[in-house]
């Protein structure tokens, strides 16, 4: 069946550095666009980054841009982010997630998800 697995999340000081992955099992990842989400509490969940079937890239807002950076490896189905100058701003659960379409920083587009990984910035 379709699964993610969101590993690399953890507890990192203001200024530090974190990668993500996105395993996907059940499905080849490069059918697909791929998503990152996060969500903190109180807050909405938003696009952080995606990067498409044809393997361009988007940030979504600029408080990211210049600090993370998505990337995919076809051959192990995984998707990465990579994150630096991390602040506590950046603290939430992060998701990953798959749409047929076209990369949108709207969750709506997106079909599968999964279960997330905690990310805290905190001295």
């Known amino acids: 069946q379709l699964q993610f697995v969101e590993t690399g999340g953890g507890l990192v000081q203001p200024g530090g550095s974190l990668r993500l992955s996105c395993a996907a099992s059940?499905?080849?990842?490069?059918?697909?666009?791929i998503g990152w989400f996060r969500q903190a509490p109180g807050k909405r969940r938003e696009g952080v980054s995606c990067i498409s079937i044809n393997g361009g890239s988007t940030n979504f807002g600029d408080s990211v841009k210049g600090r993370f950076t998505i990337s995919r490896d076809n051959a192990k189905n995984t998707v990465y982010l990579q994150m630096s100058e991390l602040n506590v701003e950046d603290t939430a659960r992060y998701y990953c997630?798959?749409?047929?379409?076209?990369?949108?920083?709207?969750?709506?587009?997106?079909?599968?998800w999964g279960q997330g990984t905690q990310v805290t910035v905190s001295s």
């Open positions: 059940g499905f080849t990842l490069n059918s697909y666009a």
């Open positions: 997630a798959a749409t047929w379409m076209y990369c949108s920083g709207d969750d709506i587009l997106y079909s599968y």
